[in-house]
């Protein structure tokens, strides 16, 4: 697969252009915002998402909705979860429904409760070739090409496999996997425990607090994800916990980073306003508490980050709530 098409011209669909136009391949970037595009093409960088990484000299800006799915082979799908929706349904007339759509996004759709490749499917049809391609992957590693590891998986293992060998490179080793359940769920809702990871950050807790968070978030994460169709295994995993591990570690993440500034004293609506890009672990923090209900899991991490983002909890309250619950087996 040598055409590629980006669409989405965030962080990761920069280091996903970064990557594949170093292997030669021909590659495309189209964004929602037109003139937004036009300002990453002058500077050849990434000026808002991913500064100080210049953008390859081969790398193709295409504006038109109508040229950028043109001769594409592979395409790579890295929009934001909730606003997935409106931008492949303006993009739908001119999807070939032959070419497989590689997801880098993570999270689930409010209301609908869909993961990222699923909403692919609602709009474009039910012939949609989809791959999730998740995993420990934060963009600026991965453009100072430090080494990495991510997961491309696919219900058709021959799919997934085009991917890892797209994807592979000296500094990012890519594995197959074919429970896409799982390894959506896990890339989504481990952003709702990176932001409790930020919270004791800011507040102080300790290593002894984040580590039990880590463990704990874990296991309920594990136990919706089970619930829901996906193999347990795979929460053990590079898109389960090595991707809990990074995002709740990282100075950089943003889910960690709003919830450390939540802890240090900042109101949600201040939080918000200081992070650059889209918190999605705040609007995947509604979706998981639905599903919660609907599967009848008990998610108290989940359940206390709900109550601070959206019901005006103290974060003091919601840790002496957590650390009072009945206690029980492991």
Request: charge should be positive; aromatic fraction near 6%; proline fraction near 4%.
């Amino acid at each position: 697969m040598k055409n590629i098409s980006i669409i989405g011209d965030g962080a990761m669909g920069s280091v996903c252009s970064m990557l594949l136009c170093e292997k030669g391949l021909a590659v495309r970037m189209w964004g929602y915002d037109a003139k937004q595009l036009s300002q990453i093409k002058e500077k050849k960088e990434n000026f808002k998402f991913l500064p100080g990484y210049k953008l390859p000299g081969s790398l193709v800006f295409e504006p038109d909705d109508s040229e950028i799915l043109t001769n594409a082979e592979l395409i790579i799908s890295a929009v934001p979860c909730q606003f997935m929706r409106p931008v492949w349904q303006r993009l739908k007339k001119y999807v070939n429904p032959a070419v497989p759509i590689v997801s880098a996004t993570k999270g689930i759709e409010n209301d609908t409760l869909l993961r990222p490749c699923q909403v692919l499917i609602d709009v474009l049809g039910e012939k949609t070739k989809v791959i999730a391609l998740s995993g420990p992957t934060i963009a600026e590693e991965i453009a100072k090409k430090l080494p990495a590891t991510a997961t491309a998986a696919s219900k058709d293992e021959r799919l997934a496999g085009v991917v890892q060998e797209t994807f592979s490179a000296p500094y990012l080793r890519v594995y197959r996997n074919s429970d896409i359940v799982g390894v959506e769920l896990a890339g989504a809702m481990k952003n709702v425990i990176a932001i409790a990871a930020g919270i004791i950050d800011g507040t102080k807790l300790g290593d002894n607090a984040k580590a039990a968070l880590l463990c704990r978030g874990l296991a309920e994460i594990t136990r919706l994800g089970v619930a829901m169709g996906a193999k347990e295994q795979t929460f053990a995993g590079l898109s389960g916990l090595g991707d809990l591990v990074t995002t709740c570690i990282s100075p950089v993440g943003r889910n960690r980073s709003f919830g450390q500034r939540i802890g240090k004293g900042q109101t949600v609506k201040q939080a918000i306003e200081a992070t650059q890009s889209v918190v999605e672990g705040a609007a995947t923090c509604k979706s998981v508490m639905d599903l919660a209900k609907k599967y009848k899991i008990d998610m108290p991490i989940t359940e206390s980050v709900y109550q601070i983002l959206f019901e005006g909890k103290s974060v003091s309250a919601a840790i002496e709530d957590l650390m009072a619950r009945k206690l029980k087996a492991e």
